[in-house]
């Protein structure tokens, strides 16, 4: 071995520095991407879950003259029409995909159309108003989607 050649390296070489941060921006991408396709997903799943009930509570009108859990014919639900829909036989969606559940009653909200909501709990704000872009009006002070406190609501 020659005296002048050493072997002794102590850094890395500018271009192995390089490769490693541009593998280590390549894995980031990866994650933020398959991050924001399950949000999609999930939003698109919960608008589906939406439509679904809607859907059920519609049809049920449509064969019964009344809606379910409207006890006294006065258009009101009193009770959670999700259970009656399901013992009936209708499709319904009683969880949403952030893990909440759904319901469907009448609510009277101060300041607020009052009316008949199916309503879920535990829909992240920021994915909320995606969902209301995709079922009203984008705008979730407004329209028949709202989010009220931490519950969104769909006014039928």
Same mark, same amino acid.
């Given at each position: 071995?020659?005296?002048?050649?050493?072997?002794?390296?102590?850094?890395?070489?500018?271009?192995?520095?390089?490769?490693?941060?541009?593998?280590?921006?390549?894995?980031?991408?990866?994650?933020?991407?398959?991050?924001?396709?399950?949000?999609?997903?999930?939003?698109?799943?919960?608008?589906?879950?939406?439509?679904?009930?809607?859907?059920?509570?519609?049809?049920? +009108? /449509?064969?019964?003259? $009344?809606?379910?859990?409207?006890? &006294?014919?006065?258009?009101? *639900?009193?009770? @959670?029409? #999700? %259970? !009656?829909?399901?013992?009936?036989?209708?499709?319904?969606?009683?969880?949403?995909?952030?893990?909440?559940? +759904? /319901?469907?009653?009448? $609510?009277?909200?101060?300041?607020? &159309?009052?009316?008949?909501? *199916?309503?879920? @709990?535990? #829909? %992240? !704000?920021?994915?909320?108003?995606?969902?209301?872009?995709?079922?009203?009006?984008?705008?979730?002070?407004?329209?028949?989607?709202?989010?009220?406190?931490?519950?969104?609501?769909?006014?039928?």
């Amino acid at each position: 071995m020659e005296a002048g050649i050493r072997n002794n390296r102590k850094a890395f070489t500018l271009l192995e520095v390089a490769i490693v941060l541009i593998l280590i921006g390549i894995l980031i991408g990866i994650v933020i991407r398959g991050t924001q396709t399950s949000y999609t997903a999930k939003v698109n799943a919960t608008v589906e879950c939406y439509r679904v009930n809607l859907y059920a509570v519609e049809n049920y +009108f /449509n064969i019964y003259r $009344r809606y379910p859990g409207d006890y &006294d014919g006065d258009g009101k *639900i009193e009770n @959670d029409a #999700i %259970p !009656i829909l399901r013992t009936n036989g209708f499709d319904v969606k009683v969880e949403n995909p952030f893990g909440g559940t +759904f /319901n469907v009653m009448w $609510r009277n909200f101060p300041g607020v &159309d009052s009316g008949n909501y *199916i309503y879920s @709990d535990r #829909i %992240p !704000i920021n994915l909320d108003s995606l969902i209301d872009a995709k079922i009203d009006d984008g705008n979730l002070e407004y329209g028949r989607y709202r989010r009220i406190s931490n519950v969104s609501y769909l006014k039928f």
